[in-house]
């Protein structure tokens, strides 16, 4: 996808500090860390949001969240995380290429 930041980042075009890859999935930092840890999990594959899902990509989307699950401790988040997905304006999302903020390292605020 062109002009798509995160395909960029995906490609190697822009630099970022990759934490996990694997044939369907990227994990890096995000550049503006809301939490002590905050990563962010991309699928390879662009599409802007949930609402672009079909039953493939429900199924990789599962499967990133298998992975977030089995890298816990090897991410950092041994004591706990949490996840956010930002869908359209409401929600702030910036970046119309999927991606789950997982944050942690810390206790995070809930009101
Ligand atoms: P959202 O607001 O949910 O669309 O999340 C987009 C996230 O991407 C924000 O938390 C930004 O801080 C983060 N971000 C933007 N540019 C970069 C970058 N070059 N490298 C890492 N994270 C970035
Ligand atoms: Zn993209």
Redesign the pocket.
Known sequence: MENC??CK?IAGE????KVYEDEETYI???????AKI?L?CVPKEHFASLSEMDDGRAALVGRMLKKIAALQTELGLSDGYRL???QGAN??????HL?I?ILGGEPLEWE
Do not use: M
């Open positions: 930041l995160f980042i822009i630099p970022s500090a890096f930092r995000d550049i503006e860390p809301k905050h962010l956010v997905v930002n929600a702030g999302q910036t970046v119309p991606h903020h």
